[in-house]
């Protein structure tokens, strides 16, 4: 079974409408031996809120080492966001599996009129996928209401409702009280419910768990929290009492809501976990939710919220309101069974509206929203079949002090924000082999493999995009003489992948073709032209960088000031002997030096924060009278402070922006930031971590990385991406990983490629003194591949090895004269 067909099969059971009661979950786990009694499970229920309080929860006991499923919903782009272990999406392989093991089942079931629903079987996927991967707890956010929900099948250590408003009035009740009693039905056996609800709601909550403990801002509450107000434009300042401890910490979900959310989270990981309040508050801070008040930009304020119902709605006013602009744009698509004129009447009145319709059935007529905010007093209301060409379509109509806010429902927000995260991913296509393999992971049918294998040996890019949109590119570049094929999965709501084949001149006129303003708007394909020009304009520079890799490789020699580094720890922990090794590595051609105070080699133990700036500063002090560029090798926000005040130009984290503070450190410094894909760092030795295919699984986990510098401050021409080798990954990984180092450009920012000296070149019998001549090999592999910068320890050998193959490529421009 190809993944495609699982996600089919699972995409469609949404035929068979919601029914009560959790028999048809535990008929269905039964069938899959119970693995959910093995599971200790968090269920966080509520109106609004839970989704964040999930995130926060699993955020903060992960960072106590506990490994932690989460099972949220609805997704955003992928249906794998709905079920994660340890932030990571479950792998294609594990839904197939899956599939294959309950589709017998299910269609038997379905054949009796007793199928298990789209959520139910989710809710099982989810559980059978946690129970495989031994977490230690799963947090499970709730569907509908409580007691009849899919997830109630299990037995909770812990439980909260967050918040009680009017909604799906006709399934568990028409007042929020009786709302209230249902959702209090998900009360732990053994511990208090967590809750934030007040007054009469909380009243009725009362009546049905035997212990609540109330999360809240009035003094009476058994937990207080307070709202801190912003304290940047995507950050808030909380802070939670409660007897015996109490914490002030930065979230990143504006609003006050949001600090009864995190107090929530933090009583939460209490019940279950030996939590620090250094563990709540990094925790907290971390809890990075897509969607949810999240701004992506501040030239103009662009703000997606997936605000669904008319509490949202007033809750998201509530909190655009503390910011300051002039003009409101909104980009609005709902789904038909919410309340359009509160929600409307719940917004602030904005200048221009523009009703969309997210690529759902649910989906309400754009039409009739238009209608809804022209009642609603809004001065100029549009209409667009498509999110995205609405959203650009406000973003050209916006000045730099205006807000731009799309909203409605998180479907809506996930088409918006696909601007910010599509990307085109360029292959290297050697062979026929190499055409099928590329097709095949787009989930192309074989038929059309055995067509269109002998057209992909020309430039190759896999897109992912609208099944609709799809269409309508492969009609477009056929036209032109190009080739495209298409994933086997056509559902109209769902994104597909697409294979896109051609000359590079085709592939250009496609491009022009789609950015014809004759060609008018409507098919949502703004953000697939904007990631295909950037794969495919691979080798167009930019000279007014300030870095040296805006045009070639640059070799960055590496400056370990540490006892305990895995190649050679000791040797420059004087500095006096660093200068010197530095000096050498500039004469011999580097062009960037990373000194670092703390090794990440398997087993490492951590340096204290204040030891390690007294390793690496005194050094890049020293070296700041030098004509080179300094980066400093560090996961510690603290550290990378010091160092860029001490002179250091670029700040290189390993562990991708783990320190909360890192990302605005370096935008408050306005220096360059590399982001590294890590599984752990230290290395966490025989770590077991599944991809279904390595390089586009850390291009999908990059891409959030880099979009949290961007909503920092940082533009990508600042951004490095670092694919990890050696971090997280097999030796085979790690080789395919240097091999398919130009699908990175994907990304849109430079490179870097760590390779220096690593384990993986046991697998091509080197060993641990042997490797020398193998990093220069791949040193040479990197740069050919396109890479921007090299990492080694050992600089004369790779410059030589880097300039042959630069010089390989295009000898005019990439001649050394003596």
């Not at 020699?557 to 200068?579: C, E, K, M, R, W």
């Amino acid at each position: 079974m190809e993944y495609y067909e699982a996600a089919d099969f699972l995409f469609g059971l949404r035929r068979f409408r919601p029914k009560p009661g959790t028999e048809s979950t535990a008929r269905l786990l039964a069938h899959l031996e119970d693995p959910h009694e093995s599971i200790e499970c968090v269920q966080i229920a509520g109106s609004n809120g839970k989704g964040s309080t999930a995130r926060m929860l699993e955020r903060t006991l992960r960072e106590t080492g506990l490994s932690v499923g989460l099972y949220t919903s609805p997704h955003l782009e992928d249906l794998r966001e709905r079920v994660r272990v340890d932030g990571r999406k479950i792998p294609r392989s594990a839904v197939r599996e899956y599939v294959d093991t309950v589709q017998e089942y299910v269609t038997e079931r379905a054949g009796d009129g007793e199928s298990p629903t789209f959520f139910e079987t989710m809710t099982a996927l989810a559980l059978w996928h946690f129970s495989r991967e031994n977490v230690d707890i799963a947090v499970l956010e709730v569907g509908i209401g409580g007691r009849y929900d899919a997830t109630s099948v299990v037995d909770p250590v812990a439980s909260a409702v967050t918040s009680v408003t009017l909604e799906h009035t006709g399934i568990i009740g028409d007042t929020e009280e009786a709302i209230a009693r249902d959702k209090a039905h998900v009360a732990p056996a053994d511990a208090p419910l967590v809750t934030g609800v007040t007054g009469s709601v909380l009243e009725a909550v009362h009546e049905v768990a035997d212990e609540v403990v109330t999360v809240g801002p009035d003094v009476e509450s058994d937990v207080r929290v307070d709202y801190l107000g912003r304290t940047n434009h995507t950050e808030s300042g909380v802070s939670i009492h409660a007897g015996g401890w109490s914490i002030e910490t930065n979230v990143p979900l504006p609003g006050e809501h949001q600090a009864e959310n995190a107090g929530i989270a933090a009583v939460l990981a209490r019940q279950v976990a030996n939590v620090s309040e250094r563990d709540i508050e990094r925790g907290l801070r971390s809890a990075h939710w897509p969607g949810r008040f999240e701004v992506v930009d501040t030239d103009p304020l662009v703000v997606l919220d997936g605000a669904h119902n008319p509490g949202a709605c007033r809750t998201l006013a509530e909190t655009i309101g503390t910011y300051a602009y002039d003009d409101l744009h909104v980009v609005f698509g709902a789904m038909h069974d919410k309340d359009h004129r509160e929600m409307a009447a719940a917004l602030p009145t904005p200048e221009t509206v523009i009703a969309a319709e997210p690529p759902l059935d649910r989906a309400e007529d754009r039409n009739v929203l238009a209608r809804v905010f022209e009642e609603a007093g809004a001065p100029d209301v549009r209409t667009n079949a498509d999110v995205g060409d609405a959203l650009e379509i406000a973003l050209e109509g916006a000045d730099c002090d205006d807000c731009v806010l799309v909203t409605g429902s998180l479907f809506a927000v996930a088409e918006g924000r696909s601007r910010w995260t599509s990307v085109g991913i360029p292959k290297r296509i050697r062979d026929l082999e190499g055409a099928r393999t590329a097709l095949a992971g787009a989930d192309v049918d074989e038929r059309e493999i055995r067509r269109t294998d002998a057209d992909a040996v020309h430039r190759v890019v896999k897109t992912n995009l609208r099944a609709q949109q799809a269409r309508r590119l492969q009609r477009e570049l056929l036209r032109l003489g190009g080739e495209c094929s298409l994933s086997s999965r056509t559902r109209d709501d769902e994104r597909i992948d697409a294979v896109l084949m051609g000359t590079l001149g085709q592939l250009r006129r496609l491009i022009a073709t789609l950015e014809d303003p004759s060609s008018g708007r409507g098919d949502g394909l703004g953000d697939t032209v904007r990631g295909l020009r950037d794969a495919i304009e691979i080798d167009d520079g930019d000279d007014s960088t300030r870095f040296p890799w805006h045009d070639r490789t640059a070799v960055m020699g590496i400056l370990n000031v540490t006892p305990d580094s895995f190649h050679d720890g000791g040797a420059y922990d004087a500095v006096g002997d660093a200068v010197s090794k530095a000096e050498e590595m500039i004469a011999a051609g580097a062009d960037v030096i990373d000194v670092g105070g703390e090794s990440t080699r398997p087993g490492a133990d951590p340096v204290p924060t204040d030891d390690e700036i007294d390793r690496v500063v005194p050094v890049i002090e020293r070296l700041e009278e030098v004509d080179v560029m300094i980066s400093v090798d560090t996961r510690k926000a603290a550290v990378a402070d010091a160092a860029l005040e001490a002179g250091a130009d670029v700040v290189n984290d390993v562990s991708g922006l783990e320190d909360p503070e890192m990302r605005f450190v370096v935008a408050d410094h306005d220096a360059g930031l590399i982001l590294m894909h890590s599984i752990d760092a230290p290395v966490v030795p025989d770590r077991e971590v599944s991809y279904d295919d390595v390089v586009e699984d850390v291009i999908d986990q990059l891409t959030e990385r880099v979009l949290l510098a961007e909503k920092a401050g940082l533009d990508r021409e600042q951004i490095v991406v670092d694919p990890g080798i050696g971090f997280g990954k097999s030796a085979r990984e790690n080789f395919e990983l240097l091999g398919r180092v130009d699908e990175f450009r994907a990304l849109g920012c430079p490179v870097l490629v760590g390779h220096s000296h690593k384990s993986m070149f046991a697998h091509v019998d080197c060993h641990v003194d042997e490797r020398l001549e193998a990093t220069v090999a791949a040193s040479a592999i990197a740069a050919d591949r396109g890479a921007d910068i090299v990492r080694v320890h050992d600089v004369p050998e790779n410059v030589a090895a880097v300039r042959t193959a630069l010089a390989a490529r295009d000898p005019e421009r990439h001649g050394w004269e003596p």
